[in-house]
């Protein structure tokens, strides 16, 4: 008992974000720091603004601080007509904060309503809009969001972990195919329940996440690689159910049975990931036109089992051409890895 609290105590202590709290307060720093040098009224505010900057990955900084920016630009035009009209006064920093609002939900940018207000409610302080105090919100928000986004470079592609997620996905994937032929050969199914699904999908799920961020913090070079891996093992996932509620509907073993689940056996030991399955589908097709020259079933429980055989592998052969064609679109992938 206590070394598993111990476990727990470590656990909680590497999911807490240090570093990323460090890192978030090192660039708020830096950024003050900058705008004190720089003899800026207000330097504070560089640093709310470095903070605010600060998002998850690269491309998500760079889309905010470009949202933000044409923002202020917006609101520092809204602003100059509303003082110029009413004066520096409460009603007119209203009037400003009611049309910047609604521009800014307008055109998607709503995570620039508060930051851009702070900065133009220093006119208001002030009581003036002169140029030195335009200069100065200019130059608080380009110090900021600089520090924001330099802050960010650092962030890079996660291939390990995402490698280590798509492995965890393709073992799942072999289990269930490895379920699917043991129980393709009996006829009582109570025990074959879709369980290994849930897991499935949360395997890709994680995996998905992983290559989306992974995306997100490469500006050059992209390739989309890892997302269409996710997509083509979550497309699958789909052909797999599929196979799953066909296998719980047969009840009666016909002899072409025994065939079909040791294709499945084929399958798990093929399935690698630079398999382009061409043996897999020529084997696949082969079968397929065996059964349509085969003599026809005797007796109606035969028919029905047979179809749902031939219906089976007719899905399989959706679930191979999904990797097929991944494979043979990525094929360069690999030999510019190795």
């Given at each position: 008992?206590?070394?598993?609290?111990?476990?727990?105590?470590?656990?909680?202590?590497?999911?807490?974000?240090?570093?990323?709290?460090?890192?978030?307060?090192?660039?708020?720093?830096?950024?003050?720091?900058?705008?004190?040098?720089?003899?800026?009224?207000?330097?504070?505010?560089?640093?709310?603004?470095?903070?605010?900057?600060?998002?998850?990955?690269?491309?998500?900084?760079?889309?905010?601080?470009?949202?933000?920016?044409?923002?202020?630009?917006?609101?520092?035009?809204?602003?100059?007509?509303?003082?110029?009209?009413?004066?520096?006064?409460?009603?007119?920093?209203?009037?400003?904060?009611?049309?910047?609002?609604?521009?800014?939900?307008?055109?998607?940018?709503?995570?620039?309503?508060?930051?851009?207000?702070?900065?133009?409610?220093?006119?208001?302080?002030?009581?003036?809009?002169?140029?030195?105090?335009?200069l100065n919100e200019i130059l608080l928000f380009v110090t900021g969001t600089f520090f924001g986004i330099l802050i960010n470079l650092h962030l890079r592609k996660r291939e390990d972990m995402?490698?280590?997620?798509?492995?965890?996905?393709?073992?799942?994937?072999?289990?269930?195919?490895?379920?699917?032929?043991?129980?393709?050969?009996?006829?009582?199914?109570?025990?074959?329940?879709?369980?290994?699904?849930?897991?499935?999908?949360?395997?890709?799920?994680?995996?998905?996440?992983?290559?989306?961020?992974?995306?997100?913090?490469?500006?050059?070079?992209?390739?989309?690689?890892?997302?269409?891996?996710?997509?083509?093992?979550?497309?699958?996932?789909?052909?797999?159910?599929?196979?799953?509620?066909?296998?719980?509907?047969?009840?009666?073993?016909?002899?072409?049975?025994?065939?079909?689940?040791?294709?499945?056996?084929?399958?798990?030991?093929?399935?690698?990931?630079?398999?382009?399955?061409?043996?897999?589908?020529?084997?696949?097709?082969?079968?397929?036109?065996?059964?349509?020259?085969?003599?026809?079933?005797?007796?109606?429980?035969?028919?029905?089992?047979?179809?749902?055989?031939?219906?089976?592998?007719?899905?399989?052969?959706?679930?191979?051409?999904?990797?097929?064609?991944?494979?043979?679109?990525?094929?360069?992938?690999?030999?510019?890895?190795?």
């Amino acid at each position: 008992m206590t070394n598993m609290k111990t476990n727990m105590r470590r656990n909680r202590i590497k999911k807490f974000p240090v570093a990323k709290a460090f890192k978030i307060a090192l660039a708020a720093v830096l950024s003050i720091l900058t705008a004190n040098l720089l003899g800026l009224k207000y330097a504070v505010t560089a640093g709310i603004i470095t903070i605010l900057s600060i998002q998850n990955t690269k491309r998500e900084t760079l889309r905010t601080a470009r949202n933000r920016g044409l923002a202020f630009l917006c609101a520092l035009l809204i602003a100059f007509i509303c003082y110029h009209i009413l004066g520096f006064s409460v009603a007119a920093f209203i009037i400003y904060l009611f049309l910047f609002a609604l521009l800014c939900l307008s055109a998607g940018w709503g995570e620039a309503i508060a930051m851009d207000s702070v900065l133009i409610s220093h006119f208001l302080a002030e009581q003036s809009f002169a140029q030195e105090l335009v200069l100065n919100e200019i130059l608080l928000f380009v110090t900021g969001t600089f520090f924001g986004i330099l802050i960010n470079l650092h962030l890079r592609k996660r291939e390990d972990m995402f490698e280590k997620l798509s492995q965890q996905v393709d073992e799942e994937i072999k289990g269930i195919i490895h379920r699917m032929s043991e129980n393709l050969r009996r006829e009582d199914k109570t025990g074959y329940h879709s369980g290994c699904f849930v897991h499935l999908e949360e395997k890709i799920t994680a995996a998905k996440e992983c290559a989306l961020k992974n995306w997100n913090n490469t500006l050059l070079n992209q390739s989309a690689y890892e997302l269409d891996y996710i997509k083509m093992r979550e497309n699958q996932s789909r052909v797999l159910k599929n196979i799953y509620q066909s296998i719980i509907m047969i009840r009666m073993l016909p002899e072409q049975t025994t065939k079909v689940a040791d294709f499945f056996c084929e399958i798990e030991t093929q399935y690698h990931r630079e398999n382009d399955v061409a043996d897999l589908l020529k084997q696949l097709e082969e079968m397929l036109n065996d059964m349509k020259n085969e003599k026809l079933p005797s007796n109606r429980d035969e028919f029905e089992a047979r179809a749902v055989l031939f219906y089976i592998l007719k899905q399989l052969d959706e679930f191979l051409m999904l990797k097929n064609s991944f494979v043979t679109k990525y094929a360069y992938h690999r030999h510019a890895k190795n």
